[in-house]
T-cell receptor, first 110, second 115 residues
Framework: QKEVEQNSGPLSVPEGAIASLNCTYS??????FFWYRQYSGKSPELIMF????GDKEDGRFTAQLNKASQYVSLLIRDSQPSDSATYLC??????????FGKGTTLSVSS | ETGVTQTPRHLVMGMTNKKSLKCEQH?????MYWYKQSAKKPLELMFV???????ENNSVPSRFSPECPNSSHLFLHLHTLQPEDSALYLC??????????????FGPGTRLLVL
């Protein structure tokens, strides 16, 4: 059974702080890793994807991947109240659909 | 319209009703998916279609019946559902079903309540 684990939270950070969201996965064959953001009552929307070990930055978002540790994280710098949402980690190997974690709820207070 | 659309957005049905959910993608993708999202659970993959052929069926009860008449349209036919089937049903699409670097784009979902 392929699993993707996330701390459900809520993770509470003050406005302007760095939010750190973590995800571990069980299948060593996983090749690509995605972070989706889901606002309450809405569908998931893609924030970032990463395929190679290391860091990938896009604006205020940085994804970090460590395949040896089977660990992927998302850092959100200068957190804003509009970042308050549930963040879903998803992994994929070739030939399969995405496997999702339960998501971490982030709350950014102003 | 652009992206992935789903209708209806909300649906209330009794356990003896028959209804259908519709999904349409305007992205030129060849793969389409149905997911179920229940409270406190991960997104559960239900069905995968590639070029109108079902390529994955994750032990979904037969009261859910998918149909993919072409690569742009996907249906989920519902009959004799149970209250525990109440959930958000999400449709997604991607360029293919095998490209590991491809992401999936989601529709807005259908919120289903079974009474």
């Amino acid at each position: 059974q392929k699993e993707v684990e996330q701390n459900s939270g809520p993770l509470s950070v003050p406005e302007g702080a760095i939010a750190s969201l973590n995800c571990t996965y069980s299948d060593r064959g996983s090749q690509s890793f995605f972070w989706y953001r889901q606002y309450s009552g809405k569908s998931p929307e893609l924030i970032m994807f990463i395929y190679s070990n290391g860091d990938k930055e896009d604006g205020r978002f940085t994804a970090q991947l460590n395949k040896a540790s089977q660990y992927v994280s998302l850092l959100i710098r200068d957190s804003q109240p509009s970042d308050s949402a549930t963040y879903l980690c998803a992994v994929r190997e070739a030939g399969t659909a995405l496997i999702f974690g339960k998501g971490t709820t982030l709350s950014v207070s102003s | 319209e652009t992206g992935v659309t789903q209708t209806p957005r909300h649906l209330v049905m009794g356990m003896t009703n028959k209804k259908s959910l519709k999904c349409e993608q305007h992205l030129g993708h060849n793969a389409m998916y149905w997911y179920k999202q229940s409270a406190k659970k991960p997104l559960e993959l239900m069905f995968v279609y590639s070029l109108e052929e079902r390529v994955e069926n994750n032990s979904v009860p037969s009261r859910f019946s998918p149909e993919c008449p072409n690569s742009s349209h996907l249906f989920l036919h519902l009959h004799t559902l149970q209250p525990e089937d109440s959930a958000l049903y999400l449709c997604a699409s991607s360029p293919t079903d095998v490209g590991y670097q491809e992401t999936q784009y989601f529709g807005p979902g259908t919120r289903l309540l079974v009474l």
